[in-house]
Nanobody
Framework: QVQLVESGGGFVQSGGSLRVSCPFSVRIVIDNVMGWYRQAPGKERELVAAIFRSGSTSYAESVKGRFTISRDNAKNTVDLQMNSLNPEDSGVYYC????????????WGKGTQVTVSS
């Protein structure tokens, strides 16, 4: 059973930066896709960024150039560096370990809150 526990969320003013991290307690199978998703109140969960086994990455258009996802296989962490944050980035951020990128399926953490004030 993969256990994911997100950390690093918080409150920041518009234009600021935050880094969220997802260490996992059990070494996951290397062919998993690791993703960061977010969900704002009243909105559907959406993919923010994903990193594949090959190391390639994928980002939502709204965060390209501002967010960076990285994976440390030795430390078993997946981090999301978020820069130039704006209020539309607010929401609960979830880490997921999956076979394919999807808003459902796989193993999920309970989420960490990110709030960006204007």
């Amino acid at each position: 059973q993969v256990q994911l526990v997100e950390s690093g969320g918080g409150f920041v003013q518009s234009g600021g930066s935050l880094r969220v991290s997802c260490p996992f307690s059990v070494r996951i199978v290397i062919d998993n896709v690791m993703g960061w998703y977010r969900q704002a109140p009243g909105k559907e969960r959406e993919l923010v960024a994903a990193i594949f086994r090959s190391g390639s990455t994928s980002y939502a258009e709204s965060v390209k150039g501002r967010f960076t996802i990285s994976r440390d296989n030795a430390k078993n962490t997946v981090d999301l560096q978020m820069n130039s944050l704006n209020p539309e980035d607010s929401g609960v951020y979830y880490c997921a370990a999956q076979k394919v990128v999807s808003t459902v399926g796989g193993s999920w953490g309970k989420g960490t809150q990110v709030t960006v004030s204007s």
